[in-house]
């Protein structure tokens, strides 16, 4: 097992990690820019050093930094949580070369799944179907014209090395390309230092669902799926295990495919497979290669610590679960991103409660500013039910018993949202939210 970690992140998801890491008695190092000098994940952490700026260019996306932290303490590993450098192949393989272990997939696998493109063609490979498509690096305009007419609008822009919503763009005809384009490029280039992008054919009526798994590079376990159909802004906002949606024969189905798409990869760590689903069909969307935001929620039904489990694996310690875990989900668990909306004109939070037996993953407590440099998240909200009905009518309790003055959130917004009918009754698509959210 590892002697100490460093975690190459902020926030509530290296509360997570070191949380993960205190039952392994594991050390930790926290790394902060000088934004987040009084956070309290660094509080938390066994040694803490300020690697630079408040900008994530300067700390957190700096490479360098975080080595140089990393070898200074003496830790022999490092966690990338999620978000900035968690899927940067190129950090991944530095960290080898260092000698420190990389807690994540291979640097190979980082690579395929990456680049949406070419993980899309390599899904074609196995055999997984996948929406029309294409790439746009190298292309000129008229070139890109073509590809776009080709496959059809409306059509979606994403950045091919991006994640979390950014870089994303909705399109319904060519003028609105042109217009986009450069905006789309420039974010992914800030958020990912790459702005490659990618088109793709845009459904109109879907769920995003996807399949959380854990690699050991001689068995992949399937540990569940989750509906992260309600998205706003391409930011997901209610995520829940299982997806109450499919029949058992579909839910085999979507785990044959995920089998069906990392065969012969050898595939190690924490993924996350993502999919669009329409009229009973599966569509290949992208492969996350690290832990997920709503992560928890896949804990929650399996009674598993993927977190913990994920360190394990990385340091060669054997890890096993039943066989059919994912198809027999002890509960129905469901998640609430409580997140700062815009304008933030206050950032000390005056009053900040939550309600007993329901975990809340956060780093803010009553008293402290929000950060809100690098996202708006305060706290995922979690609860349980015995089954779908359960579940959000314990929802509905805990989100109503939530006190948080000072910003202003969303808040008042999941409350509405977890009271609408088509909510209650399961009935709704990834363009619901943005619906909801122009008729409140």
């Not at 408040?54 to 830790?75: K, R, V």
């Amino acid at each position: 097992m590892f002697r100490k970690l460093l975690i190459a992140n902020r926030g509530e998801i290296a509360v997570r990690i070191i949380k993960a890491c205190q039952q392994l008695n594991i050390q930790t190092v926290a790394v902060c820019s000088t934004a987040d000098r009084h956070a309290g994940y660094t509080q938390l952490a066994d040694e803490v050093v300020c690697i630079g700026p408040a900008a994530a260019s300067g700390s957190y996306l700096n490479a360098e930094a975080i080595l140089m932290a990393a070898i200074n303490t003496h830790a022999d590993a490092i966690h990338p949580g999620y978000g900035f450098l968690a899927e940067n192949a190129d950090f991944a393989a530095m960290c080898a070369e260092c000698g420190i272990a990389w807690i994540g997939p291979q640097t190979e696998q980082i690579k395929l799944m990456g680049d949406k493109a070419r993980a899309k063609d390599f899904a074609r490979q196995q055999a997984v179907p996948v929406l029309a498509g294409q790439s746009l690096q190298g292309l000129a305009w008229p070139d890109i014209k073509h590809a776009a007419a080709k496959i059809g609008f409306p059509l979606v822009l994403k950045a091919s090395y991006g994640g979390g919503g950014k870089g994303i763009r909705v399109l319904t005809d060519v003028h609105e390309l042109h217009q986009q384009l450069r905006a789309a490029r420039q974010e992914a280039a800030a958020s990912f230092l790459n702005d490659a992008m990618y088109l793709e054919q845009f459904l109109t009526t879907a769920r995003h669902i996807e399949v959380q798994v854990l690699g050991t590079g001689t068995k992949l376990f399937i540990l569940g799926d989750r509906d992260c159909s309600l998205q706003l802004h391409k930011q997901k906002v209610l995520e829940e295990s299982p997806a109450s949606i499919l029949t058992e024969t579909q839910r085999r189905t979507l785990y044959d495919l995920s089998r069906q798409l990392l065969a012969g990869t050898h595939y190690q760590s924490l993924g996350t497979i993502e999919y669009l689903f329409a009229d009973g069909q599966f569509y290949f969307m992208e492969m996350n290669t690290r832990l997920q935001v709503e992560h928890g929620v896949t804990e929650l039904t399996t009674g598993i610590d993927i977190v913990a489990e994920q360190i394990k694996q990385a340091a060669g310690v054997t890890v096993d679960f039943p066989e059919h875990v994912g198809l027999q989900p002890k509960c129905t668990a469901i998640e609430a991103r409580l997140t700062a909306t815009l304008p933030v004109k206050q950032t000390r939070i005056e009053t900040l409660s939550w309600p007993a037996d329901v975990r809340v993953d956060t780093d803010y407590h009553q008293g402290d500013r929000l950060v809100t440099m690098y996202d708006g998240l305060i706290a995922k909200l979690m609860v349980t039910g015995a089954n779908r009905q359960q579940a959000v009518r314990n929802l509905q309790w805990a989100l109503a018993q939530v006190t948080l003055t000072g910003p202003t959130t969303n808040l008042t917004f999941l409350q509405q949202t977890v009271a609408r009918p088509a909510y209650i009754h399961d009935q709704y698509t990834i363009h619901s939210l943005a619906r909801w959210e122009a008729s409140k």
